[in-house]
């Protein structure tokens, strides 16, 4: 982090607050069922595992891995799943947990991989939400916090590979 200068955006408190709020909710929506909740690797690891600990209905857990970016900040605009899932999920109630949207095109990508097996249900939760920089219409059921244009890294987010072990999340700037 020597030459790159940082700023905080979201501490460790107020993530923790937030993931109690989206847990809370998403048990209510599911009560009485049991989820497959599918973390996109490697991102989402830390705040699937958080996610997860917080939730009070049964869920059984999995990972994709989807790389939509190289090294750096620029996206590619190509996806490519690299690790496919590992249990069954038709007839399941799917969450899908990703780190971050931004274009849409991951997420959109890997919705239609996984309603091809034709799930119960599918809703997507993010931690963050770059709204304004969609290219497709994209809408997540669950979102921890929406931000504006930037680059962030922490909490499981990174910057070629660097970063991911911060426990708060921090802008950037090289
Ligand atoms: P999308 O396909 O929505 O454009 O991109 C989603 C992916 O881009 C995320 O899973 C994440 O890996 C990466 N990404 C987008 N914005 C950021 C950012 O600000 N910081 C980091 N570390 N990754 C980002």
Redesign the pocket.
């Known amino acids: 982090m020597d030459q790159i200068s940082k700023q905080i955006l979201f501490s460790r408190d107020e993530i923790q607050k937030r993931v109690r709020e989206i847990a809370s909710q998403i048990s209510k929506d599911y009560a009485g069922r049991e989820l497959v909740v599918i973390g996109?690797l490697k991102?989402a690891f830390i705040f699937m595992a958080d996610l997860v600990r917080e939730l009070s209905v049964p869920c059984k857990v999995d990972f994709v891995r989807v790389a939509?970016?190289g090294a750096g900040?620029e996206?590619s605009g190509k996806?490519v799943m690299t690790k496919d899932i590992e249990t069954s999920i038709k007839g399941r109630d799917i969450l899908i947990v990703?780190?971050?949207?931004?274009?849409?095109?991951?997420?959109q990508y890997l919705v239609n991989w996984l309603k091809e097996r034709n799930p119960h249900s599918l809703k997507i939760c993010v931690f963050l939400d770059?709204r304004k920089r969609r290219?497709v219409s994209f809408e997540a059921d669950y979102a921890g916090f929406t931000i504006d244009d930037?680059?962030?890294?922490g909490y499981g987010?990174?910057?070629d590979e660097q970063f991911r072990f911060f426990p708060d999340v921090y802008i950037i700037e090289q």
């Open positions: 996109i991102g939509s970016y900040s996206s996806v990703e780190d971050i949207v931004d274009s849409g095109l991951t997420l770059k290219k930037g680059f962030v890294v987010l990174d910057f």
